[in-house]
């Protein structure tokens, strides 16, 4: 429903809103953590119906989409209304027929899953799967899920620890604000690189301080604690306007129509895949690989920054019923889609 030149702020929105629920969790754990008997943390858990239920009611007072209405119904009138009411204006009928074009060949396939592994959409199948798993190994769940267990194990205390994830919940969330800001001005690609560099230089310098200081005693002194804390939140920020919204927006706008829906499950799935798996194995590889942890993670960013540079075209400003063209005027793609 968003219009080409807004449509990465808005979409960038997805993430800002899980950063502001992040960022309230964390701060009703630290507002928890000092109450006794057992309260604490029932009162934290509790409070998640709260969101759950304000998402639950705002969903019956959701619109259709023009892209829901033309595909459900031959009456195009409805579609045009809710178009004409989106975009502020009534000249949209060459959007609508684009709409519309797009629309009739989605009608055709049958098979989505099927469809998305012949050649012609084999760009989109491999961003699908390279995107999703790329913003996961970024390492950006492990200060999610662990960083008061890794901000203990630097010798913060614990509710100094709860406080760093309410600092670095707050860097995330106003970086996220201000790629909102700046997406479409700069583009994705650019974000993309420069957060990659951004978060590669902050891991492998608190990888290399963590070294040097952590030893086999357990702590390092607070000043070097402070200073990984400042590191890690350069890198959260490097994360917050890059790989974190960037990782939902870039998927939701190359998929045509007639693989959308196979294509944006299979993001799904393997987004959910691996922060399952980078869960699951998060401490066992903090036990034996301690600081190294940042080096591999930052491995991973050096890949994927790469993959950005060479293989990932621009996508801002275009529309998508038009994202075809980009595939083809890209100097490795054009081999693959362009029979």
């Known amino acids: 429903m968003a219009p080409p030149r807004h449509r990465g702020a808005i979409n960038n929105g997805f993430q800002f809103s899980i950063g502001v629920g992040a960022l309230s969790a964390s701060l009703i754990n630290f507002g928890t953590e000092k109450i006794k008997d057992g309260w604490g943390w029932r009162i934290s858990l509790a409070l998640a119906a709260v969101p759950a239920s304000i998402l639950t009611l705002g969903s019956l007072f959701l619109p ?17 209304l809710m178009l004409k009411r989106v975009r502020g204006t009534t000249n949209v009928q060459a959007e609508l027929d ?6 009739s060949v989605a009608k055709t396939m049958n098979d989505p899953f099927k469809k998305i592994l012949q050649r012609k959409y084999r760009p989109q199948l491999v961003m699908a799967i390279a995107i999703p798993f790329f913003q996961q190994v970024t ?12 901000f203990r194990a630097i010798g913060l205390g614990e509710s100094a620890s709860l406080l760093s994830v309410v600092v670095t919940g707050v860097v995330c969330t106003g970086s996220t604000f201000i790629s909102m800001l700046i997406v479409d001005k700069l583009g994705r690609r650019v974000l993309f690189l420069v957060g990659g560099i951004q978060m590669l230089v902050s891991q492998v310098m608190v990888g290399g301080i963590l070294a040097a200081e952590l030893g086999d005693h357990g702590g390092v002194s607070k ?8 590191l890690i939140c350069v890198y959260v920020a490097g994360f917050g306007w890059s790989w974190g919204p960037l990782g939902w927006l870039v998927p939701s706008e190359i998929f045509p129509l007639e693989i959308r829906s196979a294509a944006q499950s299979i993001t799904v799935a393997v987004s959910f895949l691996f922060t399952f798996i980078v869960a ?25 920054t790469a993959f950005v540079y060479y293989l990932l075209p621009e996508t801002k400003n275009l529309p998508i019923e038009q994202m075809d063209r980009v595939w083809k005027e890209h100097w490795f793609w054009k081999r693959i889609v362009v029979e």
Not at 69 to 78: F, P
Not at 139 to 150: E, K, M, S
Request: glycine share 10%; proline share 3%.
């Open 98 to 103: 684009d709409l519309i074009k797009a629309s």
């Open 64 to 80: 259709e989409t023009p892209n829901s209405l033309i595909q459900r119904s031959k009456d195009y009138g409805e579609a045009e």
């Open 280 to 304: 699951q194995t998060f401490l066992a590889m903090l036990c034996h690989l301690k600081s190294g942890i940042f080096f591999f993670f930052g491995g991973w960013v050096v890949l994927m």
């Open 223 to 230: 000043g070097y604690a402070f200073l990984v804390l400042f």
């Open 139 to 150: 390492g950006i769940n492990v200060i999610g899920f662990y960083a008061p267990v890794l």
